[in-house]
């Protein structure tokens, strides 16, 4: 019946389902927990006719042409280049932090300084990352580093990883960037945009193909069982290749433990204004809970007399209760990420694929580069 | 696994998975040929924001106060009451023809001599059918059936149905009513509206039950095989109940003939206007190829600078190609549709529901009722 089973429709399900249906003739069948495909990019249009990221803004950016030829057979793009600005000392400035910033938040003498300084040591239009510049014997480099550092990224992490500032690790943690250069823009890939119509639609392209079958609402332990080293759906056993894409820990029942994630509450509003703010995200690093704020109405133009924003709030995942967002990576949680790993290697016919399977993060390019590398591999 | 296995995600399906799920607590598994639920009511949001009903529009309607509870659960309603104009004679006019419509297509004499003679002859805020006025001596209500009948019946129901006029039996077409009185609405039962945000977000509702997996983009005859008298499901013997919506001719490899249709070629425009037409959905009886022309933003309000209209195109069915909208009665259609129901009864667990699987016209709150009794004698 079906040749690959995928579970989870996401970047990397639908990526695999669509080259394994178009260029392998396969039947494929794609098992999804949630009522709908998109994974995380799932969008939708509210009352208002507005665009709405329902887990949060999702930009693409890449230089990868192959990845963006690929996806442009699937959607049309709008030209959209994403900016951000931080709310820090009652202003809101460019980040990341660049010599249009300096100027906004420092005394002009000072600026003047500080960017004829970074001018000769270092190229234009590169990034530096604070540490170095905090190695640097310049003491105006040395407290920009500082300032860029407490003042964007120190109070923004803890709030978005849930600790104290002093627990944070510096040496890690002030790989944050300085951008030697006037470039606002949050990204600086070849190509950038976000899909005419929405991701939603984008996907229902993707998948829009009779070998592709699509089990919506459907948790895979409900369907599929692993036994011994081999892979039951519906109890019977199957052959093919089954591409995972889910939690790993929750593939194999969490036997070796529980891996941890960070969560977001993302919490959508209504303004009866025709605009809310002057960019469309901006963070707020050192102000309350939410860590930024993102009004859609910017990133998918729409007219409306009303316009959507999204806070979000960081907070611990919860089982079953909330969204697994990003894997947290320590020692210990990489070892016991290894253990599914090594326990995977009993099935043969198992691929482990994407955020949640591979326990690491993804941008979405990459993750379609990944899905196509990995077709690529089971196709040769 | 599955106790129970519906095809078809459209009204007849939804309830009695909805109802199977939450009342009796049963794993329900829908199989849908089409990427969506909702059936013909599938609903979306264009790129104005307006919700476009892609099958046509669907304005609920009902007097059973049980069906409309039942579905306020799974949605709130918007205000609604429709209102159809058709043009005749360089007007668009109030249909059904009442007496509103009589001044404004008649001199205002003979209007008004109308207007007398049915208010005698008829009790007010009644419906009349112009078979009966026909048999009237008085010769202005026989001039009025007459007129009612070439204008606003006869070529709308040629192209509906694909006929020349003088091919139509006038005894069966000449049902069509007259209302005699001043109310304008095209339906005229107690519950009016339309799902505030859309037929799809209610199904989606309906279908919110981790008891209920759906799988999309599947024609049954994929999964399923009708074997003697057993049901399989994925090549294994099937024992639940199976509750058929879709074509019944197709059910069973079409092995008495192909049940025809009719079916309706559905254009979708967006006309830079503010606004379209006088009313939300205006007929076209005497002119044109389509029957008539929705404006959805008059269903849903929405603002916005721009409009989104369909026009629909009558046409024949054509297996695989379109959609199958209405069954076409004949004697010989109905002999063809016994036949199958006949073999049916050899499944012991198989039940026929729907506009598609039991060749019948169907209103929405009709199904809903249909599909509540269904259940009803299930759960029994």
Redesign the interface.
């Known amino acids: 019946?079906f040749e690959t089973i995928i579970i989870g429709a996401g970047f990397a399900g639908a990526v695999i389902a669509e080259r394994l249906a178009t260029q392998l003739n396969q039947k494929v069948l794609i098992i999804e927990k949630r009522?709908h495909t998109g994974g995380n990019c799932y969008d939708y249009?509210d009352?208002?006719?507005?665009i709405v990221h329902k887990y949060g803004p999702h930009l693409f950016h890449t230089d990868n042409q192959e990845v963006w030829k690929y996806l442009s057979c699937y959607t049309e793009w709008e030209v959209y280049h994403h900016e951000v600005l931080a709310y820090i000392d009652g202003k809101k400035v460019p980040i990341p932090f660049n010599l249009n910033t300096i100027y906004e938040v420092f005394p002009v003498a000072l600026a003047m300084r500080i960017e004829e300084k970074l001018l000769t040591a270092y190229e234009y239009n590169t990034k530096v990352p604070i540490l170095e510049l905090k190695k640097s014997t310049d003491t105006d480099l040395q407290y920009l580093a500082d300032f860029v550092y407490e003042k964007i990224f120190l109070h923004y992490t803890a709030k978005q990883w849930g600790m104290k500032p002093e627990e944070m690790d510096s040496a890690v943690t002030a790989r944050v960037p300085i951008f030697v250069g006037r470039d606002n823009r949050y990204f600086n890939e070849r190509y950038q945009g976000v899909p005419k119509?929405g991701y939603t639609k984008m996907f229902?392209q993707l998948?829009?193909?009779?070998n592709?079958?699509?089990?919506?609402?459907?948790e895979f332990q409900?369907?599929m069982r692993f036994d011994g080293d081999k892979i039951l759906f519906?109890?019977?056993e199957f052959n093919g290749k089954v591409v995972f894409t889910g939690m790993i820990d929750e593939l194999f029942g969490c036997q070796f433990g529980e891996l941890p994630y960070r969560s977001v509450d993302m919490r959508v509003e209504t303004i009866e204004r025709n605009n809310y703010q002057e960019a469309a995200t901006i963070n707020y690093p050192n102000n309350y809970e939410f860590t930024r704020i993102t009004e859609f109405k910017q990133i998918h133009f729409?007219?409306?007399?009303r316009t959507t924003i999204l806070k979000e709030y960081p907070e611990p995942y919860r089982r079953g209760e909330n969204t697994p967002y990003y894997p947290i990576f320590t020692e210990e949680n990489k070892a016991g990420y290894n253990k599914y790993v090594d326990y995977a290697k009993r099935y043969a016919n198992l691929i482990l694929l994407g955020r949640l399977a591979e326990y690491r993060y993804y941008d979405m390019d990459d993750i379609v580069e990944m899905a196509l590398k990995i077709y690529k591999g089971a196709a040769a």
């Open positions: 019946m009522n249009r009352d208002n006719g507005i119509h229902q998948l829009n193909h009779p592709i079958k699509l089990m919506l609402n459907t409900e369907v519906l109890d019977k729409t007219k409306s007399d």
